[in-house]
């Protein structure tokens, strides 16, 4: 389909925003004042600005830019480049840039679709390559060269892309859906853990600990295109096991390997950034370490490492966490901290039930991210046979 090629500055009235400054002293909480749109009122779930958390004086206006409902923002550094579609009116900041249209040129939705795909974030990323912030300034967008179809055409490409957006969104949606169902779980069968409706025991951790140990650092010089695992901190989930990026080694045999190797059953906690995360090395895995950002734990017998894996990434777990991280400059929790967690000990066979259901549970979110993968890689080819001009529209 040969659609003509036109630079974004034919179709578009291209600005950057701009700050008063000190902005603080432009902030009021008067009915009268204008919104003040920061990249905070945007997210990464949403397709629209609709309000603002922060207005500014008027006065303010003449050191900004007033954007109004229809026009496109784009963050011009970090993830430059991510979209927005204005539902409201305000003043932008130099972190946005603003594309006015021509309705009668541009349809919304097909240019949403278009300036946040990858077709165009390739184009962005090499211009702007080099510096040592990736920014996106005005010249560099102007002179981009996108295909425009008709209006018409880009309405009809919109609802196809439309369509298949709404099914990976569906996806993500089911996939939380059964992230929450788990934990509306156990609280159904054992109550809130820290108020203990139902009475059940309460013990630390360390009464229920056999070994408990982290991993050591030293490791990258026995990295290996194969060998064995090397469980890093990336590696351990919600309560899972990621293996997608798995680092090999070819391990010595020493006093530090033997202390550092997994066992079926153990329980690995993330003890540096983003405390809390847990997994349970399963029946037949292979020969594996951990890193020192990992302790591992394991339970004494007649205790089932699935339930507290489940426990302590569970919302009574996450509490402690935080009550456990002192607020320094660097998060991280010692032995102590993990001994003394507390937690439920429900009897044994309550235990099995929930993490029978909650495996169930696991199953059904599994199908729903295998249908996630296919559901993105269909909205993912239809962008770029949209924007090459190859998808057909009656």
């Not at 906690?269 to 292979?286: C, M, N, Q, W, Y």
Request: with cysteine.
């Amino acid at each position: 389909m040969n659609w003509p090629l036109v630079k974004l500055e034919d179709i578009f009235e291209i600005a950057r925003g701009g700050s008063p400054r000190p902005i603080a002293d432009y902030i009021t909480e008067e009915e009268d004042g204008l919104n003040w749109i920061s990249i905070k009122d945007a997210s990464n779930s949403e397709k629209y600005i609709t309000t603002t958390k922060l207005k500014i004086r008027k006065e303010g206006l003449k050191k900004s830019r007033l954007v109004k409902e229809g026009d496109f923002l784009l963050t011009n550094s970090m993830s430059f480049g991510r979209p927005y579609i204005m539902k409201t009116t305000g003043c932008i900041h130099d972190g946005w840039l603003v594309l006015s249209s021509d309705s009668k040129v541009v349809n919304q939705d097909y240019f949403y679709h278009l300036l946040g795909s990858p077709f165009l974030h390739r184009i962005f990323s090499k211009l702007a390559a080099g510096a040592v912030v990736k920014n996106l300034n005005i010249d560099l967008v102007k002179n981009v060269e996108i295909p425009l179809p008709s209006v018409e055409e880009q309405k009809q490409i919109a609802e196809i892309l439309d369509a298949a957006d709404s099914l990976r969104q569906k996806d993500q949606l089911l996939i939380g859906h059964y992230e929450r169902l788990s934990q509306s779980l156990f609280l159904g069968m054992f109550g809130d853990p820290v108020s203990n409706p139902m009475g059940w025991e309460a013990l630390c951790l360390e009464d229920m600990v056999d070994f408990l140990t982290s991993g050591s650092r030293g490791w990258a010089k026995y990295y290996s295109d194969c060998g064995d695992v090397f469980i890093r901190i990336q590696n351990v989930g919600k309560n899972e096991l990621l293996l997608d990026d798995i680092t090999y080694v070819d391990a010595p045999d020493s006093a530090e390997s033997k202390r550092t190797a997994v066992q079926t059953g153990d329980i690995l906690l993330s003890i540096t950034a983003d405390l809390g995360r847990t997994a349970v090395i399963p029946k037949e895995f292979p020969k594996a370490y951990i890193n020192q950002h990992l302790a591992l734990i394991r339970l004494k017998k007649g205790y089932n490492p699935d339930y507290v894996s489940e426990f302590i990434a569970s919302e009574g777990g996450k509490r402690q966490f935080m009550k456990l991280d002192k607020g320094g400059v660097k998060a991280g929790l010692n032995f102590t901290d993990i001994k003394s967690l507390k937690l439920l000990n429900p009897p044994v066979s309550l235990q099995n039930q929930y993490m029978n259901n909650v495996k169930k549970i696991k199953e059904q979110k599994l199908l729903a991210e295998e249908s996630l993968i296919k559901s993105n890689d269909l909205f993912n080819s239809l962008l770029h046979r949209a924007f090459k001009g190859e998808l057909t529209v009656s």
